[in-house]
């Protein structure tokens, strides 16, 4: 459960939109579910903070994992 892929629709109504959308869904899932908001993303770009969002049919997906411990 800690693993997840959070997805939002619609990303050809403004991308920048979808990316804090999508980002919003992660954090939420994250909290209410550990009460944590740190994630570890899944495919990050080397040397870059943040995840790597795809984009199919019009939707943003990104991947990661809820951190519980430090």
């Not at 993303?41 to 994992?65: I, K, N, Y």
Request: one cysteine or more.
């Amino acid at each position: 459960r800690r693993n997840f892929t959070a997805s939002v629709k619609r990303v050809d109504q403004g991308v920048e939109g979808a990316r804090e959308a999508v980002l919003h869904e992660a954090r939420r899932y994250c909290v209410t579910n550990y009460g944590t908001s740190d994630i570890a993303w899944a495919q990050a770009p080397d040397g870059r903070e943040g995840p790597a969002f795809a984009v199919s049919g019009g939707q943003m997906t990104v991947t990661g994992r809820c951190v519980i411990w430090k």
